[in-house]
């Protein structure tokens, strides 16, 4: 196989059709689907039979026993596939139909670098999938040096599914497991770690952003995970101290870690809960962001709003200033 794509399903019965046909119609032949049920209690595991039953030399289907979460579902799915690359997509999105041979093809031609990114779109429907982009051009990429260009790991989505990574490079440094945002610490470790990068920026991969379902609304909402941010930072920094890349990356690294962390903090601001239970996590939030990562203020704001947002950025600042917190 030349490309194994994971796609961990979770009650996704509404969009799972979809998401199999945008991986069914890949002109890339020598593709392996790896669908894991995550023990959903509603349709997606008999949708993912009939796909299996139809295209049985397509579709390997794989089912969790309990909920595992997707770090864990991710991982076994790892275990399973043999292509030379490995991708995974969220079982409510979809991709373009020559995604793949594009990625792949083009990673030959540059002498396979380790991981291959390209172009995320947020999407409301499936207008995207309707659409053959055949009147679309596609553009043949380019190879980026990581230790001479390190500001480009700074511009890619944390997201794993607008990647492809070269299998030998992830089958022993698998997701942090039982954990929120685990993409993070997963697609930076490993972007730190590439020597090359294959970059596109071509409208590829079709994310479903829904406001009412899905992991991005627990974002908007109270959410018992908030400290999840800090072990996903944490095991970020423990991944490439390994790797001895920490010192080597160190600024971007804890650019990282306070983007991200800060970004939750930005959330509870819009949560709708008591006002003095929110002023009591932001404040603890704000205490271990600091304590951990130290004072944001040391980076460019055009370079953290980019990440955070221009009127998120200012609430904060606004908050430490009167918290005196700094």
């Known amino acids: 196989m ?11 019965e509404k969009y799972l059709k979809d998401c199999l046909a ?21 349709k997606s595991l008999e949708i993912l039979k009939e796909y299996e039953k139809k295209y049985p030399n397509k579709i390997k289907i794989y089912t969790n026993s309990k909920n595992l979460g997707q770090g864990a579902t991710r991982n076994k799915g790892i275990e399973h596939a043999t292509g030379e690359y490995i991708g995974f997509l969220d079982s409510d999105d979809y991709v373009n139909f020559n995604m793949y ?24 429907n499936s207008d995207y999938l309707i659409n053959s982009f055949k009147g679309i051009s596609q553009t043949k990429g380019s190879v980026l040096n990581v230790a001479d260009n390190p500001d480009i790991i700074l511009d890619e989505s944390p997201s794993v599914c607008n990647k492809l990574f070269r299998s030998d490079t992830i089958k022993n440094a698998l997701f942090i497991e039982e954990r929120m945002w685990e993409d993070i ?3 930076y470790a490993k972007l730190f770690k590439a020597k090359r990068i294959l970059k596109f920026n071509d409208a590829d991969y079709f994310y ?9 609304s627990k974002n908007n909402q109270f959410n018992n995970n908030l400290f999840d941010i800090f072990e996903v930072c ?27 962390s800060l970004y939750r903090v930005t959330e509870v601001f819009s949560w709708n809960i008591d006002e003095n239970k929110k002023h009591d996590l932001v404040d603890k939030m704000c205490k271990l962001v600091v304590e951990k990562y130290g004072d944001w203020r040391v980076y460019p704001k ?21 918290s005196k917190q700094l």
């Open 185 to 187: 610490a997963f697609t």
């Open 22 to 42: 945008s991986l069914i119609n890949q002109t890339l032949k020598e593709i392996e689907i790896i669908a894991i049920d995550d023990a959903s209690s509603d």
């Open 302 to 322: 055009e370079f953290l709003s980019s990440k955070i947002g221009i009127i998120e950025l200012e609430k904060l600042n606004e908050y430490f200033k009167k």
């Open 208 to 216: 479903r952003r829904r406001a009412n379902e899905g992991v991005s």
């Open 2 to 12: 030349k490309v194994s794509i994971i796609v961990p399903v979770y009650n996704s």
């Open 234 to 260: 944490d095991y970020l920094e423990r991944e490439l101290k390994e790797a001895s890349k920490y010192e080597q990356y160190k600024y971007y690294v804890r650019f990282i870690q306070l983007a991200y």
């Open 101 to 124: 041979a594009k990625m792949y093809d083009m990673a030959k031609k540059y002498d396979n670098p380790e991981i291959i990114t390209t172009g995320l779109v947020f999407a409301k």
